[in-house]
């Protein structure tokens, strides 16, 4: 597996695994799930050569963290742990958002022990919490860094002022954001920021939700739990123009004999070397298609293409409904 760098110095595999969809959060988001596949996913991906896996305490919460946890027992060499932290916790009740220093220790603590490691390589503040000020929060995460608790400082969804107050700072080695070819606001002022700064970026959902796999052409390929049958960009009014990307991703893809996530992961891939996306994955058949993307090389035409298709700005309907977007690029 090719290596890319986050940051300065942080190594890791050029595509990485998220472990959202695996527990926790699968039932209503991304169909059932089954931890014995989930596990056998994890193995998989180590054994093709995969060394970043992200997860976070939120997924559950806790149970993501705790079957990574039981996945990576006896393998944790070589590979890169990445969690996040973001809410106050009442049991496993979500009583908002603390950026503070206590709960990002609090938070460290309760990671370590459920993930069986003895350090975190990649620590993110999951959502910027706007009571508390971006220094003092990465302060206190820095503070975990001194003591080796944590190796790497990160951040997520945060906006382009935030993140240059991070890394004045601690330096920051990631930022984690929705990337892909039908989320691209990014690359207006986020993206650049980072690459000034020295910051790796890390795409989530860089299939669309799976919207850009082909899969889904219709709000009936979802079941009737499914959350995605909420999203706005999963609507009756939204659809039928978002299925013009997926359309010019096929077209690549039929053209390369490759599948339609292959072709939207190359696209991210050749958007730069510090870009390393995190598909998500509960099986795996479909890890193993992904995985295929880093050996796919898109001609400019076909880069030239797929940007045709899918201008950024131009997907039809918000990427969050109201009350997420109020929490993201802050």
């Known amino acids: 597996m090719k290596q890319r760098i986050l940051g ?12 959202m969809p695996m527990a926790g959060v699968g039932q209503n988001m991304y169909g059932t799930t089954d931890d014995n596949e989930s596990i056998a996913t994890i193995h998989r991906a180590i054994d093709l050569g995969v060394t970043f896996f992200d997860t976070a305490e939120m997924y559950g919460p806790f149970r993501n963290e705790e ?3 039981r996945a990576i027992r006896g393998k944790r060499d070589g590979l890169v742990i990445a969690t996040k932290f973001a809410m106050r916790w009442n049991g496993t009740k979500n009583e908002g958002l603390d950026g503070s220093p206590a709960n990002a ?38 503070d975990l860094v001194r003591e080796g608790k944590v ?11 935030t993140i240059r107050r991070a890394a004045a700072t601690h330096p920051i080695a990631a930022l984690q954001s929705e990337y892909s070819l039908w989320e691209r606001d990014v690359e207006d002022e986020i993206l650049p920021t980072c690459r000034e700064l020295g910051i790796g970026f890390v795409p989530y959902s860089p299939l669309g939700r799976g919207f850009l796999t082909g899969q889904i052409r219709s709000i009936d390929d979802l079941a009737p739990d499914d959350y995605r049958r909420r999203d706005p960009r999963y609507s009756a009014e939204n659809m039928p123009a978002n299925l013009a990307i997926v359309d ?48 796919v090389t898109l001609s400019p035409d076909d880069l030239a293409a797929l940007d045709a298709a899918a201008p950024r700005g131009r997907t039809a309907g918000p990427r969050y409904g109201e009350q997420a977007m109020r929490m993201v690029r802050l």
């Not at 190796?151 to 002022?161: K, Q």
């Not at 010019?248 to 696209?267: C, F, I, M, P, Y």
């Not at 995190?278 to 992904?290: A, Q, Y």
């Open 8 to 19: 300065q110095d942080l190594s890791v595999s050029a595509l990485g695994v998220g472990c």
């Open 67 to 69: 079957l990574l946890g």
């Open 105 to 142: 220790r609090r938070a460290v603590e309760g990671s370590l022990q459920r993930l069986g490691i003895d350090h975190i390589d990649l620590f993110y503040q999951h959502r910027v919490d706007p009571n508390v000020p971006i220094e003092e929060t990465v302060g206190g995460m820095a």
């Open 151 to 161: 190796l790497h400082i990160a951040l997520s969804e945060a906006g382009p002022e």
């Open 248 to 295: 010019a991703v096929d077209r690549v893809a039929k053209a390369h004999g490759v599948s339609n996530a292959q072709v939207a992961l190359a696209w991210l891939l050749a958007q730069g070397e510090d870009v390393v996306p995190i598909p998500g994955f509960k099986r795996r058949v479909t890890l193993e298609d992904s995985v295929g993307a880093v050996e």
